[in-house]
């Protein structure tokens, strides 16, 4: 599979606890991004790399979470503290000009 | 920020028969618009795709129209069958560098066999 590929496809966590997230691109994408998926709502952007560069990130990104890409290739998202109001699917996209190709998401959920 | 309404907010249509979902944004400055579908469960998967110089796109069953003036875009499904039942989510931006996409509220639709 060519595609966006994220790890974990779901996790289940008590809150309080701190969760990763792994996203790798496809392979010549130089640009990737973060996304969080509530049920019934579109993807809301969360944050966005051009290669290993974090060059936007929303405000909705609080100070628990935090992401990276350290050689511009696979991308991690990490959730420090979970709370109950991170449940939601966490995607990943990627691209080389302006459209965007999802993986699946891992989705998350807080106890 | 950019705002972008989605109507309608389901849809329900015979099969065989046309679809259509409207998005309207209120930048100007917005130049890409794609649009994706999303079975249940599944990843947004990008159906089609339309840039600001360019007022109609069609592949087979599915065409996107783009009204710069009105700001608004349109997805059309002709011919539906029972497998386009998905959410179809519009989308916009508005740079060239591929940064952080505006989404619509979703559209879902429902084809009866």
């Known amino acids: 599979d060519t595609g966006v590929s994220q790890d974990p496809r779901h996790k289940i966590t008590k809150r309080g606890q701190n969760v990763t997230f792994r996203c790798d691109p496809i392979?010549?994408?130089?640009?990737l991004y973060w996304y969080r998926q509530t049920l019934g709502q579109g993807p809301e952007f969360l944050t966005y790399?051009?290669?290993?560069?974090?060059?936007?990130k929303s405000r909705l990104l609080s100070d628990r979470f935090s992401a990276e890409r350290p050689k511009g290739s696979f991308s991690t998202l990490e959730i420090q503290r979970t709370e109950q109001g991170d449940s939601a699917m966490y995607l990943c996209?990627?691209?080389?000009?302006?459209?965007?190709?999802f993986g699946a998401g891992t989705r998350l959920s807080v106890l | 920020g950019e705002n972008v309404e989605q109507h309608p907010s389901t849809l329900s249509v015979q099969e065989g028969d046309s679809a259509v979902i409207k998005c309207t944004y209120s930048?100007?400055?917005?130049?890409?618009f794609p649009w994706y579908k999303q079975e249940l469960g599944k990843r947004p998967q990008l159906i089609i795709d339309?840039?600001?110089?360019?007022g109609e796109k069609k592949d087979q069953r599915i065409a996107v129209t783009l009204n710069k003036t009105a700001k608004h875009f349109s997805l059309h499904i002709t011919e539906t069958q029972p497998e386009d039942s998905a959410v179809y989510f519009c989308?916009?931006?508005?740079?060239?560098?591929?940064?952080?996409?505006?989404f619509g509220p979703g559209t879902r639709l429902s084809v009866l066999p």
């Open positions: 392979s010549e994408h130089n640009r």
């Open positions: 339309i840039r600001s110089n360019v």
């Open positions: 790399f051009q290669n290993e560069a974090q060059l936007e």
């Open positions: 996209a990627s691209s080389f000009g302006q459209s965007q190709y």
């Open positions: 930048d100007s400055a917005s130049n890409y």
């Open positions: 989308a916009l931006s508005w740079d060239n560098y591929g940064q952080n996409f505006v």
